[in-house]
């Protein structure tokens, strides 16, 4: 399979290759030339594989540069019980994204497919555990190193760290805003005592965190030294690893192929609804995918009129459902593409103009029509509505469901269609936002048993300025560069 650029100015490559880096350099995103068919015949003959060999069917019509054997052994080492087990229930961990059906509603089931019983306790852990494990592969085999650098406002950080932790060739360096994270969320980044991985707490708000990343990736010189690598939501492993769950909640949700199932997904980046849409270009049977966003909601203006106006800094709210406060979707320029026929100009054209000035207004182009058959549908959630929902899902279900989740429920119920059962992805576990559940509820959130002692273990962490050549510095400190 070779890749390549959104903005259609960059030569092919292959999987392995795209892999380490980040955007192309042309400053688009990486996608396959074509999305591999799955037809449904082979969906049936799927169903029961375990997590893993399902995710070997998938991945291997994506990357044929990583032989057979190999492949099938890296995805059985990530896709484990045993990783994936922190979450409610154990007897479960087995379909490492179990579905847990809540009940009956206008004339559908509706149910949570569970993305967060990794280590991490969030969604993530279920792209960064296997990029973990094809970096570190990928790295062996051509004999280099690589040192991440990171910024973090709390989910993508400790899921990072938590895949890389141990891992050969790599080093992790996360940049935190000091004081800024919950403490659940800190606690699990600063105990981590590995000595490849670095938290960096840093005198500032999260913006000042992205801004060194960017400022030191300028710095083509050093970057090169040091090799200098991302982990963030536009890579494409991390899409790519998302597209298998969205077959396994559709594999545990019905009994045929010939079946429809929808999904309401939590979204910020729109990295992992981008993984559903993937899933749904490749012949999986998705009625609706429905975007659910929380104040910020860029997206669902977009799908409601197409319009996209890009937010600026100042203008993102911080809410309750924190890993969804975004300014801009950085994924979204992959479903653009599609959009647009997979035309890299006209892709190219579009984003030039979200820099200069803000966004783009399709409402009135043919495209704006032509979107219903891609099935996206959306809606936007307040403070207000997820502490409604959380109390009324724990009311009604005895089920406690965290803020991001609770903003896909509260969408969900606006899209449910008679016999088309409806998935709500759930994000993150309660007790990584436990401050507004115990507001909602007036009582704790429940703690998997691995996590009841986090915030008193030592923790390893240095703080540092908001300064980008104190972070160089730090850097130059604790790796040798490539000419020494
Ligand atoms: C990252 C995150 C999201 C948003 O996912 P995107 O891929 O950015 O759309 C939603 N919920 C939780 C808990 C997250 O950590």
């Keep these: 399979m070779r890749y390549q650029s959104t903005r259609g100015n960059s030569p092919q490559q292959s999987f392995l290759e795209i892999l380490l880096g980040g955007l192309a350099p042309d400053g688009g995103l990486y996608l396959p030339v074509e999305y591999p068919q799955v037809t449904k015949a082979q969906l049936d003959a799927w169903r029961g594989l375990s997590y893993a060999d399902l995710a070997y069917e998938i991945l291997s019509l994506y990357c044929d540069d990583i032989p057979e054997h190999d492949l099938r052994a890296l995805l059985r080492k990530t896709y484990t019980a045993q990783v994936y087990c922190n979450g409610r229930a154990k007897d479960d961990a087995q379909d490492i994204t179990p579905l847990h059906w809540l009940g009956e509603e206008q004339g559908t089931r509706i149910g949570l497919l569970s993305l967060s019983n990794g280590p991490t306790l969030a969604f993530k852990d279920m792209a960064m555990q296997l990029l973990g494990n094809l970096f570190e592969y990928a790295l062996q085999h051509s004999g280099q190193k690589l040192n991440i650098l990171g910024a973090t406002s709390g989910d993508t950080g400790g899921a990072a760290e938590y895949a890389m932790r141990g891992k050969d060739g790599v080093n992790v360096f996360m940049l935190s805003p000091r004081g800024k994270m919950s403490p659940f969320q800190s606690a699990q980044m600063y105990s981590l005592q590995d000595p490849n991985i670095f938290n960096l707490a840093v005198a500032g708000v999260f913006d000042d965190c992205q801004d060194i990343v960017k400022a030191v990736s300028n710095d083509h010189a050093f970057k090169a030294q040091y090799r200098i690598g991302t982990v963030n939501s ?78 600026k800094s100042a203008e993102t709210l911080h809410t309750s459902s924190p890993s969804m406060d975004i300014s801009k979707a950085s994924n979204f320029e992959r479903f653009i593409f599609d959009l647009v ?41 307040t403070h207000q509505d997820r502490l409604d929902t959380i109390r009324n899902i724990d009311k009604q279900y005895q089920v406690m469901v965290d803020t991001h989740t609770a903003d896909g429920i509260k969408v969900a119920r606006e899209h449910l269609q008679p016999d088309i059962p409806m998935l709500v992805l759930e994000t993150a576990l309660p007790i990584k936002f436990e401050e507004t ?45 490539v000419h020494s």
């Design 437 to 481: 559940i115990e507001i909602a509820l007036g009582r704790p959130a429940d703690c998997p048993i691995a996590f009841k002692d986090i915030k008193l273990k030592p923790q390893r962490v240095e703080n540092i300025d908001a300064d980008a050549d104190q972070v160089k510095h730090f850097i130059a400190a604790h790796v040798p560069s």
């Design 234 to 311: 536009i890579n494409w492993g991390r899409v790519v690893a998302q597209v298998i769950y969205y077959f396994q909640g559709y594999l545990l949700a019905t009994k045929s192929s010939a079946e429809k199932v929808s999904f309401t997904v939590p979204s910020g980046n729109f990295g992992n609804i981008c993984a559903g849409h993937i899933a749904r270009m490749m012949g999986l049977p998705i009625a609706h995918l429905i975007a659910a966003t929380n104040e910020n909601d860029v997206l669902d203006e977009f799908f409601r009129t197409g319009v996209y106006r890009a937010r």
């Design 341 to 381: 026929g997979k035309d890299g100009k006209e892709t190219a054209r579009m984003f030039k103009q979200v820099d200069e000035l803000g966004g783009f207004d399709i409402s009135k182009e043919s495209i704006f029509k032509e979107m219903a058959q891609y099935g996206f549908q959306s809606g936007r959630s």
